[in-house]
Each structure stands twice: as structure tokens, then as C-alpha cells.
């Protein structure tokens, strides 16, 4: 059969079916509809909603056949067009879909997850602060060192270092703050 006389034949349905008679819409559907589901197919990858898309798209032509004009386009790139325009609001549905999905898996999680001890972020920051610190006290002086650990590890005051170590409390007093100072400088440069 050409081209021209089965775009004749399916202009003739077409506008039988704008006339409402379903014998000229099952006889478009006959003709048409491999076609135009392998169309919706390639376009939404799933059978089952390639069915859905093909259902929708003749209930469609059903509705639209009175505005089809054939001197605007042929039949077949008429209907294709409302196939793809079905299909492709199909996938977005499904985008949509999934995504409040997603959203709700999202927040599950979340609500699950959530409990009283540190977030993993939080537990690998603290981790690499303690190795910085740790980095940093390593290059103080070994006095210098014992007398910041001293005071802020076993919060001892400044008097009772001194009388501990049988130091001087200026001598304890300048350890600690140019300890501070080294470990601020020191620090600054991981974070």
C-alpha cells in the first residue's frame, strides 16, 4: 500500500472518529498502533508504561480528531507527535515520582540515623584536630610541652605546676603562654 493511499485511508478515520464512530477509532487503533508503541516504547524504556502511554494517547486522538488538519501534517507524524507528548510526560511523572521517593527515603534515613553520639563528619573533624595537636605538641620543647599538657590535659593551675615541677611561676607562667602561641601558630596552618 503507498504512503499516499494509507495517508488518505487514515485521514478518513481520523475524521470518522471526530464524528464519534468507534468502528473508525478501532480501525485507526488496527492500523496505527504497532507503530506508534514501539514510538513509545524507545521514548519510556518499560512496556507496561508504553502501554499506558499508547492508551493515553489514543483516548487523546479520540478527543482531538476534530482539530486534526491534514493540510498542517501527516496522520502518522500527527498521532507520533501525541505519543511523544504522552511519553514524555509519562517519564516526567516518573521523575516526579521518584523523586518524593527519594525525599521520603531521605528523611527515614535521617530520622533512623539520627541518634545521640557525633555524626561521622563530626567524629573525622575531631580526629584530624586530635592529629593536628598532636602534630603540633611534638615540635614544642620538651619542658615547654610537659607544662601545656600539665596545665590544660589535668587543668592544673599555673601555682600548682610550679610547685609540682619545683619551678618558678614566671618560668611557668612564659612556658605556657609562649607554648599557646606556638600551638595557635602551629594549628592555624592545618586548619
Not at 512496556?47 to 487523546?60: G, I, K, P
Not at 507524524?77 to 516526579?96: C, E, F, Q
Not at 527515614?108 to 555524626?119: I, K, M, Q
Amino acid at each position: 500500500m503507498s504512503t499516499l493511499h494509507s495517508d488518505r485511508e487514515l485521514m478518513e478515520l481520523i475524521d470518522r472518529v471526530a464524528a464519534q464512530d468507534d468502528s473508525a477509532l478501532k480501525a485507526l487503533y488496527e492500523r496505527t498502533s504497532s507503530k506508534l508503541f514501539g514510538l513509545a516504547l524507545r521514548i519510556v524504556r518499560q512496556r507496561d508504561a508504553a502501554e499506558d502511554v499508547l492508551q493515553d494517547a489514543f483516548v487523546a486522538i479520540w478527543r482531538g480528531a476534530g482539530s486534526y488538519r491534514a493540510s498542517l501534517s501527516p496522520p502518522m507524524a500527527w498521532m507520533g507527535l501525541i505519543v511523544r507528548s504522552r511519553a514524555l510526560d509519562a517519564l516526567r511523572k516518573r521523575t516526579t515520582d521518584r523523586s518524593d521517593v527519594t525525599d521520603e527515603l531521605d528523611d527515614l534515613l535521617s530520622d533512623t540515623l539520627e541518634g545521640d553520639g557525633a555524626n561521622p563528619m563530626d567524629v573525622t573533624e575531631a580526629s584530624e584536630q586530635a592529629f593536628a595537636l598532636h602534630q603540633c605538641l611534638a615540635k614544642l620543647d620538651g619542658k615547654q610541652r610537659e607544662v601545656v599538657s600539665l596545665a590544660y590535659l589535668r587543668d592544673q593551675s599555673h601555682g600548682e605546676l610550679a610547685e609540682q615541677l619545683k619551678l618558678p611561676l614566671g618560668t611557668v607562667k612564659t612556658w605556657i603562654r609562649r607554648g599557646l602561641d606556638q600551638l595557635r601558630n602551629c594549628m592555624a596552618r592545618y586548619v
